[in-house]
């Protein structure tokens, strides 16, 4: 099989093009009371780390800790933050030591059961937790991804908010103050309030930042569908086509033409109906959308496609190349497909690398072809231990 290179001429800018992209590495990391992680020390490679293990062994907790010191919070987006610590246990705790734009860089995380969560950078707590959003860039690829093509429209609009905010300090801003303005308005109308001045005030505040998200997530699906659409042909070879829609109330009027038009509406339903609240993006493929015709290999293909191309939007965006989380990827995929993923984890467009499988057949090849550093460890009831063969060993 021709191998597939990974420098497509729309992505390409001037940084890239002189190879100015700085690596950062997630040097170290300590995890304690961790989901089923008790006490975990790990050193890792500054290229590829190997994670094997049955099932519910823990693989995943340990990408997702990883993830949690990038994101402040889990990558199941539980809304009860108290899920992520260890039964019996009444704390959990974070720490990562980082390699960023050449200079050492350490995390904190801690966590209290009943309590808010405390994010510390260098033992400086951070007053807001976005002001750490988009310092240390990730990607995560998981069998949750599922949900982006067969779940409402809350996960793909997650998608989009999480990937704007990392490069986008203005756009996560905006997103916070729009969704408080939205509660606010959903509170005035269970109290069934009437005095339109009150709803005006409000729903300036609402269109204000609405207007900048609409033209932010516009621009952002122009730009991110070509990088998409190569990702999807390099793994799922030539034949079928993708596309991707951007559903906005906006697309059709102004935010407070719609919310005027909704008012009386929206009281007796009781909340608020339109707005970018409830944006959307509709995945096609071969014309059709993706949620009704797709396979399960279709369906696992455009997910990975969709977050390949989220580290590309990422890496063109940030100082630094974002670390790469890999979860189960292979399952579920015909041996076509497995092969041209090898061949795109393999090439050297991807910085660090973390990636889990329940035996090494895949990660032995994918080592074999890397050609760099690399970690081998095996995870068992929640206990991570370095295997003979990797650099670390």
């Known amino acids: 099989m021709t191998k597939i290179a990974f420098y497509p001429h729309f992505i390409s800018t001037d940084r890239e093009k002189s190879s100015t992209f700085v690596i950062m590495t997630l040097n170290t990391a ?3 009371n961790y989901k089923n992680i008790a006490e975990a020390r790990l050193e890792f490679s500054p290229k590829l780390n190997c994670l ?16 949690y010191l990038s994101m402040c919070r889990s990558y199941a987006a539980s809304s009860d933050n108290s899920a992520v610590i260890r039964h019996g246990e009444p704390y959990m ?15 904190s995380v801690a966590l209290q059961r009943g309590k808010r969560k405390v994010v510390r950078r260098d033992g400086k707590e951070y007053q807001r937790l976005s002001q750490h959003i988009g310092l240390l860039p990730v990607v995560m690829v998981s069998p949750m991804d599922w949900d982006l093509v067969r779940g409402s429209g809350e996960e793909r609009r997650r ?23 939205v509660e606010q308005r959903n509170a005035m109308i269970k109290k069934e309030m009437t005095d339109p001045l009150l709803y005006e005030t409000v729903e300036m505040e609402m269109a204000r930042h609405a207007t900048l998200l609409h033209q932010r997530r516009k621009q952002w699906v122009e730009q991110f569908l070509p990088i998409f659409m190569y990702y999807y042909n390099a793994v799922a070879g030539e034949g079928e086509t993708v596309s991707l829609h951007y559903k906005s109330h906006l697309n059709e009027a102004t935010m407070l033409e719609h919310l005027a038009a909704t008012r ?21 493929l071969n014309d059709y959308p993706m949620r009704r015709t797709g396979s399960q290999g279709q369906c696992k ?10 580290f590309d939007f990422l890496k063109a965006n940030n100082p630094s190349v974002p670390i790469l989380l890999l979860d189960d990827i292979f399952d579920k995929l015909d041996a076509s497909r497995v092969e041209r993923i090898v061949d795109v984890v393999s090439s050297d ?6 990636i889990t499988d329940t035996n090494r057949t895949h990660l032995d090849e994918i080592v074999a072809r890397h050609g760099g550093g690399h970690c ?3 995870v068992e009831n929640g206990v991570v231990s370095v295997l003979k063969g990797g650099d670390n060993a």
Do not use: W
């Not at 094997?52 to 993830?67: C, F, M, P, R």
């Open 349 to 354: 467009r991807f910085g660090q690398i973390f």
């Open 264 to 284: 009386e509406r929206d009281l007796i339903i009781g909340y608020t109906t339109r707005g970018v609240h409830r944006d959307d993006i509709e995945l096609m």
């Open 376 to 378: 081998l460890m095996h």
């Open 93 to 107: 705790m974070l720490q990562g030591n980082y390699t960023r734009c050449e200079t050492p860089l350490e995390v």
């Open 159 to 181: 998608f989009m908010d999480l990937i704007i905010s990392q490069n986008d300090s203005e756009y996560l801003d905006a997103l916070i103050r729009y969704n408080k303005a």
């Open 301 to 310: 293909t455009y997910t990975i496609a969709l977050r390949f191309a989220q």
């Open 52 to 67: 094997i293990g049955n099932n519910g062994q823990g693989k995943t907790n340990v990408l997702d800790a990883i993830y």
């Open 30 to 32: 300590t995890i304690l």
